[in-house]
């Protein structure tokens, strides 16, 4: 059974990661699809820290899935009324020796040890064979942390995905046709087109990271009663690192001339630090509120120059 391996560990829902772990897989160029991956901070910010929401529920105002056409994939969302009725699609997806996507309800899987027999929750994942010698089993693989590889019962298959407990991913078997032409001639044009637009028409402040030194400062000498902050500081510097690191693959595979890319690199490192020594706390108890504001200070500074360089370097060099 060849594994489909995890492409993004920080950024996208449990959905879009498995599609884009898939299409890489299978040999997409599924870089070009992040070019608009730089999200705002200040998106980022209102979802992670006001919200206090998790990673898989962040709504970008760019789906990745709008310009899958381009590299040449179409998605297919089949609603049905129960498995009985989802069985015989994804059967005719396996025999063609392609995939299948369902939401299912967690509630039933032992290896989502948050979820099982304990709470109910919508979950995307793969479905790649199915298995009839002994007992009936589907081989399913979940990018869950850690990532699972194994059979389950067609019992328990079935039961979660009959008893999928949310709108609108009820009940729906999902897969793609692929043309291998445009997969391996991508529409350059049309992706740099959107590059574009979307680039000139970004702004932000980058305060997050002014938002987070007060934050810090504020707390400095005691941050036991402020750890769900913290953490959800934790969970935004992840999407912030992932976000520019997967934004610098768009540019790299463009092979644009830009000292934007080094100073993405530079933004990727910082965020991480700062992520490492927030966990640090988690593990020691312990948070270095100096070393962490003097890499905001920097990221204040160097994100704003990414966006500037990227508009002066390349804007022109779209449009003419």
């Known amino acids: 059974m060849r594994k489909i391996p995890r492409y993004d560990e920080d950024f996208y829902n449990c959905a879009e990661g498995h599609y884009v772990s898939y299409w890489k897989s299978i040999g997409v160029p ?72 369902l939401f299912i309800n967690g ?24 298995n009839e010698k002994d007992e009936k089993k589907w081989f399913i693989q979940d990018h869950a942390q850690p990532d699972f590889y194994n059979y389950y019962t067609d019992e328990v298959v079935r039961n979660s995905f009959d008893d999928n407990p949310s709108e609108p991913f009820v009940k729906t078997v999902i897969y793609f046709d692929i043309d291998l032409d445009r997969v391996q001639n991508p529409d350059v044009k049309g992706i740099e087109d959107k590059f574009k637009l ?51 693959r768009y540019l790299n595979v463009m092979d644009y001339q830009t000292e934007a890319k080094i100073l993405l690199e530079e933004s990727v490192e910082l965020n991480d630090r700062i992520r490492k020594l927030i966990t640090n706390y988690k593990i020691f108890g312990k948070i270095s509120v100096l070393k962490i504001s003097e890499c905001c200070s920097k990221l204040l500074e160097l994100e704003p120059r990414i966006i500037e360089t990227l508009k002066k370097d390349l804007l022109v060099t779209v449009n003419h």
């Open 30 to 101: 599924v870089e070009y699809l992040c070019h608009s991956a730089f999200e705002h901070s200040q998106s980022i910010y209102e979802h992670f820290i006001v919200n206090q929401s998790d990673r898989w529920k962040f709504y970008t105002k760019r789906p990745m899935i709008e310009d899958i056409h381009f590299v040449g994939l179409q998605i297919h969302k089949i609603r049905v009324d129960s498995f009985k009725e989802a069985e015989p699609i994804i059967v005719e997806q396996l025999n063609k020796g392609d995939i299948a996507l």
């Open 107 to 130: 509630y039933y899987y032992k290896h989502r040890v948050s979820t099982y027999m304990q709470k109910h929750e919508a979950h995307c994942m793969f479905v790649t064979e199915l």
């Open 198 to 248: 979307w680039l000139n028409d970004f702004e932000d402040d980058f305060s997050i990271y002014q938002k987070a030194i007060q934050f810090l400062t504020e707390n400095s000498s005691d941050f036991s009663q402020v750890e769900e902050t913290l953490e959800s500081y934790l969970n935004a510097f992840f999407f912030l690192s992932s976000s520019r690191m997967l934004f610098n």
